[in-house]
């Protein structure tokens, strides 16, 4: 689904989305196991099957993200050439 919104990604967008990927995994384990204190597989499974629901729209929102900073960049980037050979 990812390549069929997106296209390719570039490697400071696959960098991003491994990092926010990993964040999340490690807060959301200190939070089972911290927090919640789960010794219950089947409870265990219902978690992670959530947090796993939950993890996809929040790697899109940064790949989104990512993909608005660039074009915004390269808009202003453009329009700033274009003042410059047009007086």
């Known amino acids: 689904m990812q390549v069929f919104i997106f296209g390719e990604l570039r490697l400071i967008e696959f ?3 491994q990092e926010k990927f990993w964040n999340y995994v490690f807060y959301k384990f ?3 196991f911290g927090v919640l204190g789960l010794e219950n597989l089947n409870e265990l ?3 992670i099957s959530w947090f796993y629901i ?3 729209p929040v790697l899109f929102c940064q ?3 990512d993909r608005f900073e660039l074009v915004s960049y390269e808009f202003h980037w ?3 050439k274009l003042q410059w050979l047009i007086p």
């Open 54 to 56: 939950l993890v996809l």
């Open 15 to 17: 960098q991003r989305i």
């Open 45 to 47: 499974i219902l978690w």
């Open 63 to 65: 790949l989104t993200k």
């Open 78 to 80: 453009v329009k700033k």
């Open 30 to 32: 200190c939070f089972l």
